[in-house]
């Protein structure tokens, strides 16, 4: 994610993909200029990208790793560094 300058922002954020990432709707599945693979979680609020995922070397690894997020995501427990 983004860096943030308060954990009141941190906070958000992380409610934000908790609360986005189990809709299917809310990812973009993509296409790098080197033809990687990649996705982004975006709000359903106000489409803005709120997460970005790495890249992978083929489509069926992105949905896999779309899947996990959508699984895993919003239960997840957050440690504060």
Do not use: H, W
């Not at 790495?54 to 069926?60: D, F």
Request: glycine fraction near 6%.
């Amino acid at each position: 994610s983004e860096g943030y300058t308060t954990k009141a922002m941190c906070e958000n954020g992380v409610r934000s993909v908790k609360k986005n990432s189990p809709t299917d709707s809310n990812y973009k599945r993509l296409l790098s200029e080197d033809e990687r693979f990649y996705f982004t979680l975006n709000s359903e609020d106000n489409g803005q990208v709120i997460g970005m995922s790495q890249m992978y070397t083929a489509a069926a690894s992105r949905d896999n790793g779309i899947e996990s997020v959508k699984e895993n995501a919003p239960e997840a427990s957050v440690l504060y560094l």
